[in-house]
């Protein structure tokens, strides 16, 4: 620990050298931050980050172990991951109607995050920096386009019109500079679904003004049944072949097959774009953890039943927490999200969603994320998990009722 | 799974699928080699059914010690339960001793993909099933922390082209040299599938286009189409090709002989 002095001293130099010029512009995501201080609360409750409730699925955990013991994952592996993890990863593309080479299109990654930083310094450069996050949409989104150079730029989605895109906005802020639409679909934290129809016409529109696209598909295994926009599977740009050079799909295990904690993922694209996202990502991690590919092989082929499971729990979840948002329909409307395992609460009357998200983790002791983190459409409204526990989200929301009884 | 009991139960597996095929006789096509062995199996799946003929392959990685039994059985996996290994055995030994087994309709093909990841694994793997046609892929590193060098590899896949018939047919990679290596072992037909000049199948003038690979059959000056990238595709579509012209129709009767022999 440096003395308050020795530290100050630091900073001083720091602005005097005009050092960290880059990184006074980032801050930590307002999650993480929420997360820090939820942690020096004894008996709090955590409906911020978005980690599923679940472990890892037995099956992941044993072919993990296997790995360990045959002593195969102690070495780096191939800089675009283990070419038989890639080539599962092929045969289920190929399942949702995506075709790509698992020797040269894809690149096994550390994260969606990471593949979302890699993508982006890739694009990112000079006068094409500029790069459109719909706004709400996930909080680590801008931060990275900073860490890549770029400057983020927001269009809202419309929340009268189900946090859809609005159209007429996003045309207006496309320009020259425009190097890349970065999205999230479903939507974090909005749970929306894009159509295909709107889906098509950002295409269009990056096909006519030469940006990139890139799809985080990190949600896609968590659709509700009871879904009235949606039947069938996700639609995807990376489903259609001429858009390949536009397209990077992205997609991690972390949310599907609960683990988070293994930093495993993957990234998908035409051949020429992923030689250039290789080298990006070759600097940054070298390769993703070895061990947690190997875990991801058997997560692949051997635990989509365990993903369903997930996904009918987090439905009755959802119905459990918007059971109990109803009965607090003076301080909150929302919209009953059809995908993720999050609900975006707008607060009534309008305020502050830095100040009350950190009321209620003072009083209540129940942390939300602020909806300010996600752009600035966002603020006023806040995001809570039910990827959580049912336990967990039943007292976070008595606790929530009595923080409102005495507010 | 203890060990004694993961033992028991591969044991088991075993003889019951060596009853299985001695009961139901199949024509058995393995696809081996350490990549590229899924879409290769799939393309001689997609060949066969198209002539009418009932075809079965491995699912998913169904295809070492344990997993090989189960997809010629057609069970599931117990996985970590033991009360599930117990059931799929009693499954298994129902469906291998049914006296209606061979009253129903049967698979005239099994398509099986054969792994190895350690020296006699190939040994133990043919003890269970004999193969009448093998498709050799290619020989790379993977797998490689229980082997000494590539060639203690190739040497496991020379076991397996050793084991067919006179009448069988290895279909080889012959863009791999290890596996042309293996040939000269052989003492079945032997067609060659590649992209380098003098393979008996090679796709020639390759264009990726945007929705997939455009290419020629060199031989055959047939021009081809598919909806999938990568050199593995290619390949893929050469098997299927040689697959096609080797295995007509009217010769599910000469098969049935073979059977018998």
Redesign the interface.
Known sequence: MYKDTKFGFYLKSAKKLKMFLRTKKINLSPIKQIELLASKIPDAVSLAQGIPSFDTP??VK?AAIKALN???VAKYSLTYGL??LR?TI??KL?EEGM???????IIVVAGSIEAITASLITIISGKKNEIILFSPSYASYAEAVKVAGGKPVFVNLTEENGWQIDFKSLVGKINSKTAAILFCNPNNPTGTIFSRKDLLKIADLAEKKKFFIISDEIYKDFIYSDSNDFSGRLFSLAQI??L?KKVIRIFSLSKAYAMTGWRIGFLHSD?ENVKEILKVHDSLVTCAPVISQYAAIAAL??ADSEVKRFCREFQERRDLICRHLDDLSDFFSYQKPNSSYFVFLKLLPKRNSWQFALDLLEKARVAVVPGVAFGPSGESHIRISFGRSEKDINEAMRRIKEFFKHD | MTDIFKRVVQFKLKWFAKIYLWRIKPYVIVVAGT??R?WIKEAVKESLTEKNFSVRTNK??FNAEIGLPLSILDLP?G??SFSNWIKILWLAMRKVFSPKLKSKPFDEFLVLEMAIDRPANMNYLLSIVKPGTVVLTAV?M?YR??FEDLDEIALEYRRLIKALPRNGLAILNFDDERIMGLARRANCRIITFGLKEGADFTAKNIQKI???QKFEIGGLRQSVKI???????LYAALVKEIIRNNFKEHQKEFFSKLRIL
């Open positions: 037995a099956v044993k045959r002593g195969v070419p038989e080539e092929e045969q190929a075709y790509y080479d698992f020797e040269k299109e072949p001429e390949r051949e082929d051997f | 990549v590229g899924h998913k990685n996996s996985e970590g790379t993977i922390e229980n945007s929705d997939g909806n999938r990238f990568g050199k593995h595709h």
